[in-house]
């Protein structure tokens, strides 16, 4: 059964350190793998990763995923309170597959002044 | 260009009841999922329509059902609610189901 598991499940920091996220997957005839930020509702996309070892970045996140090992990591430095959310890793499958999205249980992430 | 509404945001409903939810779908998206959220947990995929036809569904019994409109608009009607049925129901819309999900800010639905 196609899974994808996040870890950790919560994380307390305080403002300025650096985070990192570990997101695992197995999927069948994987493709991609999308990181979401949730703040109270709507998840916002943050990045779509295709290829190993690319990273992907933006302001002070970045991404990257190993295909090889089946996982990827979202890093965040010098965060802030802003940070304070949800941050859930999710899979596609293909349309003939329902093309539904496979998400990990996401990480709680909260950034103590 | 719009983004996904979802309506209501929180509703209270009883054991035994049904209600629908409702999702306009992003300007330019032919593709509607819902998801269903409960707390302290990722989202689960419940079904997926495209151009007005169920494309996929997730692990959900028959008492969860749907509709997508010519609009694209889609509803999301559950019969004989269940506590466990408490959750956010997310509606997410895409051109086609491969990437470029937009999601709604959900409705919170408390069964009681």
């Known amino acids: 059964e196609d899974k994808v598991v996040q870890s950790p499940l919560s994380l307390v920091v305080h403002e300025g350190d650096t985070v990192t996220l570990n997101c695992s997957y197995e999927?069948?005839?994987?493709?991609?793998l999308l990181w979401y930020k949730q703040e109270k509702k709507a998840p916002t996309f943050l990045f779509m990763l295709t290829s190993s070892g690319i990273e992907k970045k933006s302001g002070r996140l970045s991404s990257i995923l190993d295909k090889k090992e089946l996982f990827s990591i979202l890093n965040i430095t010098a965060t802030q309170t802003g940070d304070s959310a949800i941050y859930l890793c999710?899979?596609?499958?293909?349309?003939?597959?329902?093309?539904?999205?496979?998400f990990g249980q996401g990480t709680e992430l909260s950034v103590k002044p | 260009e719009t983004g996904v509404t979802q309506s209501p945001t929180h509703l209270i409903k009883t054991r035994g009841q049904q209600v629908t939810l409702r999702c306009s779908s992003q300007?330019?998206?032919?593709?509607v999922s819902w998801y269903q959220q409960a707390l302290g947990q990722g989202p689960q995929f419940i079904f997926q329509y495209y151009r007005e036809e169920e494309n996929g569904r997730g692990n959900f019994p028959p008492r969860f059902s749907g509709l997508q409109f010519p609009n694209y608009s889609s509803e999301l009607n559950v019969n004989a609610l269940e506590l466990d049925d408490s959750a956010l129901y997310l509606c997410?819309?895409?051109?086609?189901?491969?990437?470029?999900?937009?999601f709604g800010s959900g409705t919170r639905l408390t069964v009681v």
């Open positions: 997410a819309s895409s051109y086609g189901s491969g990437y470029g999900y937009t």
């Open positions: 999927v069948t005839n994987f493709r991609s």
């Open positions: 999710a899979v596609p499958t293909p349309y003939n597959q329902g093309g539904k999205l496979i």
């Open positions: 300007s330019g998206h032919n593709t």
